[in-house]
């Protein structure tokens, strides 16, 4: 059974820094692209970065320079350390994940298989 998990959200002041994880079981990791979404209220869900297949980091344009995703030594683990967080970081963080994702496709959250159940972020002003 596939899980991910995440963890690490909560209540930070504008300018503060908060740092989510996610923790997958139930996948080979290997060639596994994971990343982060985040839905805000009245909002679609969007794209917030990614390691694709594993390895190499993308950003949406509004988190870059701000935030860094990586995976800890042990793979199972992603995270997404935030930085500078703004009152418009404030939403509920997604990890998803999928094992055969292409690189044109990563900013979708269709074609991600796999998801969490969320962690709350609130950046106070």
């Known amino acids: 059974q596939v899980q991910l998990v995440e963890s690490g959200g909560g209540l930070v002041q504008t300018g503060g820094s908060l740092r989510l994880s996610c923790t997958v079981s139930g996948r080979n990791m290997n060639q596994y692209t994971i990343g982060w979404f985040r839905q805000a209220p009245g909002r679609e869900r969007e794209f917030v970065a990614t390691l694709f297949r594993g390895r190499t980091a993308y950003y949406a344009d509004s988190v870059k320079g701000r935030f860094t995703i990586s995976r800890d030594n042990g793979k199972t683990t992603v995270n997404l350390q935030m930085n500078d967080l703004r009152a418009d970081d404030t939403a509920v963080y997604y990890c998803?994940?999928?094992?055969?994702?292409?690189?044109?496709?990563?900013?979708?959250?269709?074609?991600?298989?796999?998801w969490g159940q969320g962690t709350q972020v609130t950046v106070s002003s």
């Open positions: 998803a994940g999928d094992t055969g994702m292409i690189l044109s496709s990563i900013r979708n959250q269709v074609n991600y298989d796999d």
